[in-house]
């Protein structure tokens, strides 16, 4: 597991942060889930609903530039957040963004969506059932297991490397190309780029799961 | 709830930034707020002419207050108006608000990172 705390900077960040607003909302929602005001089931279920319209989701255009312009997969890999932010059209990535690349000897998975740690800027919003404490310890245990839940299942000598993001370090699975994808656009390819294959938890799409 | 409810809320109430399918956040809590305020009214706490009505006040209040109007802080006026109407209607207090919004805080001071932050009677008695 990739557990660095020492490497950065700011040691007294090591516990969980939530923002004023992240906070306020949260008083909100427990306050009326006691009262009986609403179900926090049932609110997951709306939030989920709009969960491709949440944050600019500009992973997937990174991930599709990677795919096409080696020279940027190279830069992506060394520091990803100045990657990204060198491409300029893109609203600033927080820092401390690293990429993982998933080779056929490796797949990637992240886990821990629990605070500030999750780039939704980049990956849009985590699944609900990935907040779970239940998961996060699967996931650490037995990743196949969890992948294989997910419908994934990867050859058994690939290596599964299980990510743990720090106070700020936070990780972008940059998964394959899918097969015949030859010549196709960046922005083409951006569509095969799901979320779930961004955190390692799927597969982007094949080419012929496109709609038309 | 369904996605009827969400775009009825979105067409009743004005400014709700939104592409050709409906609404759209910039980030999560921007979706919670939005959720909680559509679960609410599906209880009946408020109709959507009076969320309309309090919200706009809040913006005007806002705007005189030096708020830029930019549109990017559209949902916090959203969560402004969440919290005054729940004042309001008697559901829960301002005093209370900042009692639990204290304890959340205190919950994430004492969470490790990466671990669940959960909040626990202990919270409220710092």
Known sequence: ?212 | MDSVAAAKAARAVPGVPQDDDGPVFKEPWQAQAFAIALALHERGVFTWNEWAATLSDEIKRSQAAGDPDTGETYYLHWLATLERLVAEKGVASREMLTEYRDAWDHACDRTPHGKPIELTPADFRH
Not at chain 1, 5 to 30: F, K, N, P
Not at chain 1, 45 to 58: D, L, S
Not at chain 1, 94 to 110: K, S, W, Y
């Open chain 1, 1 to 212: 597991m990739a557990h660095d705390h020492d490497h950065h900077h700011h040691h007294d960040h090591d516990h969980s942060e939530l923002s004023e607003t992240q906070l306020r909302v949260r008083a909100l929602e427990t306050i009326l889930t006691e009262k009986g005001y609403v179900d926090p089931k049932a609110l997951d279920a709306i939030v989920e609903m709009y969960e491709t319209k949440i944050g600019p989701r500009n992973g997937a255009a990174v991930v599709a530039k990677a795919w096409t312009d080696p020279a940027f997969k190279q830069a992506l890999l060394a520091d990803a957040t100045k990657a990204i932010n060198a491409l300029g059209h893109f609203a600033r990535t927080g820092d401390h963004l690293i990429a993982v690349e998933n080779t056929p000897q490796r797949h990637n998975m992240v886990v821990c969506t629990l605070c500030s740690c999750y780039p939704w800027e980049m990956l849009g919003l985590p699944p609900v059932w990935y907040k779970a404490a239940p998961y996060r310890s699967r996931a650490v245990k037995d990743p196949r297991g969890v992948l294989a839940d997910f419908g994934v299942t990867l050859a058994k000598d690939t290596e599964i490397r299980v990510w743990d993001s720090t106070a700020e370090t936070r990780f972008l699975v940059l998964p394959m190309r899918p097969a015949g994808t030859e010549g196709w656009s960046e922005d083409k390819l951006a569509e095969l780029v799901t979320r779930d294959s961004m955190i390692g938890t799927g597969l982007p799409k094949a080419p012929a799961e496109l709609k038309r």
